[in-house]
């Protein structure tokens, strides 16, 4: 469930961005002001509203350890704030004096990044306050950023379409065009993407614009090659353009805010539609998560601020999504977590996590255990586990009878979940090769014979194959 917790109404006009920090909310306007909110209560901050800019405030951001605001305006400055007093750092003017839209900190603090309505984006050096880089895009006005988790690069939007990639030292790195009518939002997801291999990352990346979509990227990182960007898919669920998006802290969930007026949340695993969201009376121009709660805060040009709150089951319900895609067996103590939340057993997660319940431990708890181990008292709630594990059990029989001799490890004799290919020809599970070879067995596990070399490649194909059976086996 989402619940509306409060609805701050402190502007007098179109509100255009809002951003969290651990401790505070800022939000600013077209009419010239920021303000800042603690999220202990929703008040107002004694220091609050600030007040420089002449012009429309377009967008504003915490740096990561929230000590500073940036905000930047149609005056063409962008403007440093101290969040403990409100007090101006700097005042940063855009070279050109064209208005900026758009700015955003890099994850180490180091830098900020503006970028401006006439196509020039400027890296500025946070901690000096001077101008670093300068360049600009071939069309349109810059009015998206996002810095990738890394900080090796980041990802501009132009209202011509064109998603641009920039490395620290500004230079373009590629351009591609995104959305056929602009782009207007852009977010990098902070959670790798499972299944990285060694040297290479995988990151989301999620555009949108006034093409009514919004496009999911992946992003690799490779240390000697340098990135690939490849497109994945596109959300629907918007009937107008879509002005703002952003995904949550874990990366689990995306939310977007549209022209028509709603606020959709996804999950990002199954690209499924969590939650529609239908309060504002205007067009909804800003969404932001909190980085440590489970808030988010979405903006509108009705002037007001909504601020949501999820509930535990719902963020537990979104991550459970992912765990058909892996045997029982194989959940991490966190995954056990999200299944007791999705099964309404929420009360036993502390102790579940205190006594190191994996998957495997989980499956291997009897009634003597609960009661002994676990310390639960309660003969129906020992009763209502032991069904559910029961259920469990079940279905990992069932797949199990069902796996395909080519996914079995012929080490372990169990599933893959990371499948390689040996210099003799067969794949293993991998763990299960390199314990095998740093024990200093040269020899092939299936042929006995001296292995040509010991290095192992990931098998994709396999894998990609593991992942399909398994998705459509729990989808009977």
């Known amino acids: 469930m989402v619940k509306l917790l409060h609805t701050l109404a402190g502007h007098e006009d179109d509100v255009n961005c809002c951003a969290f920090s651990s401790s505070l909310l800022a939000t600013c306007s077209l009419d010239k002001t920021i303000r800042l909110y603690s999220l202990s209560d929703f008040t107002e901050v004694p220091y609050s509203p600030l007040k420089f800019h002449t012009y429309a405030v377009h967008c504003c951001c915490f740096s ?17 704030w101290d969040t403990q007093n409100g007090q101006i750092l700097a005042v940063m003017e855009q070279p050109s004096g064209s208005p900026v839209r758009v700015c955003r900190f890099s994850p180490d603090s180091t830098c900020l990044v503006s970028g401006a309505s006439d196509g020039t984006v400027v890296l500025w050096n946070a901690q000096s306050y001077k101008l670093h880089r300068c360049a600009s895009v071939k069309d349109g006005s810059l009015v998206a950023c996002a810095f990738s988790p890394p900080g090796n690069l980041f990802v501009t939007g132009s209202s011509c379409g064109d998603l641009t990639v920039w490395d620290d030292k500004m230079r373009c790195l590629h351009s591609e065009k995104a959305h056929d009518l602009g782009i207007t939002c852009c977010d990098f997801s902070s959670q790798p993407v499972p299944g990285g291999e060694q040297g290479l990352q995988f990151f989301q990346l999620a555009s949108c614009g006034q093409d009514c979509q919004i496009k999911i990227w992946i992003i690799s990182f490779i240390h000697i090659l340098g990135f690939e960007l490849k497109y994945k898919s596109t959300l629907t669920g918007h009937c107008a353009p879509v002005l703002a998006c952003a995904f949550s802290h874990d990366g689990q969930m995306l939310v977007s805010g549209s022209v028509d007026k709603s606020v959709i949340v996804y999950d990002t695993n199954t690209e499924n539609i969590l939650h529609t969201l239908t309060q504002h009376t205007r067009y909804v121009t800003t969404c932001a998560f909190a980085p440590n709660i489970l808030l988010l805060a979405t903006g509108s040009m009705d002037k007001t601020v909504n601020i949501w709150q999820f509930d535990t089951e719902t963020l537990c319900q ?80 069932t797949l199990s009878s069902e796996i395909p001799d080519e996914f079995i490890c012929p080490i372990t004799r169990e599933l893959m979940k990371d499948p390689v290919i040996a210099s003799d020809g067969y794949s293993y599970e991998k763990e299960a090769m390199e314990n095998w070879i740093s024990k200093k067995k040269r020899t092939s596990p299936m042929t006995n014979l001296v292995l040509s070399s010991v290095i192992l490649i990931p098998n994709r194909t396999l894998k990609m194959a593991i992942d399909r059976w398994l998705s459509e086996t729990h989808q009977k």
């Open 318 to 397: 979104a991550k459970i999504q992912d765990q058909p895609k892996q045997l029982t067996e194989n959940w991490s103590e966190e995954d056990v977590s999200n299944w007791l939340c999705a099964e309404g057993l929420e009360d036993l997660v502390d102790i579940f996590k205190m006594n190191n319940i994996d998957g495997r431990e989980l499956l291997n708890l009897t009634k003597e255990s609960l009661a002994d181990d676990l310390k639960i008292e309660s003969l129906g709630l020992r009763s209502k586990v032991l069904r559910k594990i029961e259920e469990l059990r079940t279905k990992v029989k």
């Open 64 to 80: 990561p350890s929230g000590h500073i605001l940036a905000s930047c305006s149609t005056d063409g400055t962008t403007v440093l």
